[in-house]
T-cell receptor, first 115, second 111 residues
């Protein structure tokens, strides 16, 4: 149980274009979704928190107009990297609480490469 | 947020037991201790969670002393596939609790 499906697993895009990353909760309802970014050899850094039906809250230093988060349903949250630049190249991961089981479940991650 | 401290790296050999100790001196009464495993280019995976004493599942054991200021993750009889980064986190029970990841412990298992 508590599986989060994240797509795509990897994407290459040109500078200036936008990329959408999806995270779907397969067998449960994800009221809250956390989005992380991880650079090579570094730990996960929280970017933003989304709650179904409300605006996402962003961590300090994360541009909300660049990283658009939509959490319109209890089973789908999306992160759109707008006007991507090479410095946005990173590993993006979503996560949501496992509920009664304790802890959090994570998506498999999306490797974004901007060229 | 309770800060955690764990070793940067550990080496082991196949078949050995690996114990990773994490310090969380400022843990609050409502906090749980959770460990995650991350392989390269994958999202972290939940391993085990505990509040006090000992918790065991099919993958690992978690030992937490009475003062709860530290915890030890025990991986029995590791194999090469256990080579990964292991993160110790302190979590509240609320669904909107923001996790704060440290550097984790890179465990390398050699043949």
């Amino acid at each position: 149980g508590a599986v989060v499906s994240q797509h795509p697993s990897r994407v290459i895009c040109k500078s200036g274009t936008s990329v959408k990353i999806e995270c779907r909760s397969l067998d449960f309802q994800a009221t809250t979704m956390f989005w992380y970014r991880q650079f090579p050899k570094q730990s996960l850094m929280l970017m933003a928190t989304s709650n179904e039906g409300s605006k996402a809250t962003y961590e300090q230093g994360v541009e909300k107009d660049k990283f658009l988060i939509n959490h319109a349903s209890l089973t789908l949250s999306t992160l759109t990297v707008t006007s991507a630049h090479p410095e946005d190249s990173s590993f993006y991961i979503c996560s949501t609480p496992r509920g009664g089981a304790g802890g959090y479940t994570f998506g498999s991650g999306t490797r974004l490469t901007v060229v | 947020l309770a800060k955690t401290t764990q070793p940067i790296s550990m080496d082991s050999y196949e078949g050995q037991e690996v114990n990773i100790t994490c310090s969380h001196n400022n843990i609050a009464t409502n906090d749980y201790i959770t460990w995650y495993q991350q392989f390269p280019s994958q999202g972290p995976r939940f391993i085990i969670q505990g509040y006090k004493t000992k918790v065991t599942n099919e993958v690992a054991s978690l030992f937490i002393p009475a003062d709860r200021k530290s915890s030890t993750l025990s991986l029995p009889r590791v194999s090469l596939s256990d080579t990964a980064v292991y993160y110790c986190l302190v979590e509240e029970g609320s669904n909107d609790y923001k996790l704060s990841f440290g550097a984790g412990t890179t465990v390398t298992v050699r043949a």
